[in-house]
């Protein structure tokens, strides 16, 4: 367990003292290294530091002893992390991959760029990064510039290739057999209106609803699964705008808003979770209705001390989930398979949702739930539903 918290004067010598074991670690300081000088330096550059109002210097705590060095500056266009340095000894625990990882959660609440500067002598921290999601954008003397955003992860997650094969008409989730119910459900608690649909994809719930009647539009963004929908149905019959769920506006009043196929879980905090169910209130008329389709976490599966879940075993396709307990994190590993030993795997991240949670966040932005169940077809959904099709009211005035 770590926490984080802001640095004083008191900490000046430890603020050194750990970048300088951390930089020794990496074999990074040069042979005429000065080091009373530069600890010197440091020290005093620290005690700016925390007197500056532009920035924000933290101390990095590991089970109540101070054990690492952050700096952030933030601003309207960007989140941007200065410095992170973590002692030898805790290194390769996960920490600074957390601690970036809130850091882009933030970014992402915002809606600005996470960036941050690398050593090109530094192979170590830009493979961390480049796992994270940063591409570099430019060079600064002799470091790399690297940016994260969020519209950018999901363009790099739902991909050009991944949007050409996430089609399968007729067969599992575009089979009649799936579709059919959906649409006619969501039809119903439209009750004459128009629909907006979160995460809209390639259209997949979209284009057969239009068809059914019923004016649809939606909000995406994936700039790949956006044009996959234009090749189905171009901007006049739905029109889209490109944006985050929990933030994104579409003009006009819809008396349905609806989220499909897990994807609330796509938003991996519980505070854009929250936000997402308040942009569909802000959408919505007196008494309209958000829909939400979302699996039931399966942690009674998990097998005694492993963290994964087998939950498709098919000769194409193994679909295995990935555990995080404390953060109610899960990553979907999608193996698919062809001729031979060629194979191709997709991974997503997921925050997974209690059904009770969902209920009290639906009561956070003024819903109240007024029915659910574990399919379209209105089955009775039980302790043992895999999932649930939970329907959310606003107040009729």
Known sequence: MYRIRLATVADVVFLAEVTLAATRAQGRLAADFDEPAWLAGFETWSRESIEDPATDLYVVEVDGSRAGRLRVSRTPEAVELNGIQLHPDIQNRGIGTAIITA???????????????????????????????????????????????????????????????????????????????????????????????????????????????????????????????????????????????????????????????????????????????????????????????????????????????????????????TYDVLKQHVVSHHFHFGEGTEAQLFRSPHRYIWPAELDLMAQLAGFTLESRHADWTNTEFTADSPSHISVYRLPPT
């Not at 050009?160 to 969501?186: C, H, I, K, N, W």
């Not at 259209?203 to 239009?210: E, F, M, N, Q, T």
């Not at 929990?246 to 609330?264: C, H, K, M, W």
């Not at 936000?275 to 979302?294: D, K, Q, T, Y």
């Open 103 to 321: 850091l882009q959660s933030e970014a992402a609440r915002y809606g600005v760029p996470l960036k941050l500067n690398v050593e090109r002598d530094n192979p170590n921290a830009r493979r961390l990064y480049e796992r994270l999601g940063f591409t570099k954008t430019g060079e600064d003397g002799a470091e790399d510039v690297m940016q994260w955003s969020k519209a950018a992860e999901q363009n790099r997650l739902w991909n050009a290739d991944v949007a050409q094969r996430y089609d399968t008409p007729g067969d599992g989730m575009f089979s009649a057999d799936v579709l059919g119910p959906t649409v006619e459900r969501l039809a119903g608690l439209a009750d004459g209106g128009r629909a907006l649909e979160f995460a809209i994809g390639t259209g997949r719930v979209a284009v057969p609803l239009s068809e059914y009647g019923v004016p649809v539009s939606g909000i995406e963004l994936s700039d790949a699964m956006l044009e996959q929908l234009r090749t189905k149905a171009d901007a006049e019959t739905i029109p889209v705008v490109s944006g985050d769920m929990a933030t994104a506006r579409v003009p006009g009043e819809f008396t349905l808003v609806y989220l499909v196929y897990n994807t609330i879980s796509n938003l991996l905090t519980q505070e854009e979770q929250v936000a997402c169910f308040r942009n569909a209130a802000r959408h919505l008329s007196p008494g309209g209705r958000f829909v939400i389709e979302l699996w039931v976490p399966e942690l009674r599966r998990l097998p005694p001390s492993l963290p994964a879940t087998v939950g498709v075993a098919d000769p194409g396709y193994i679909l295995l989930d």
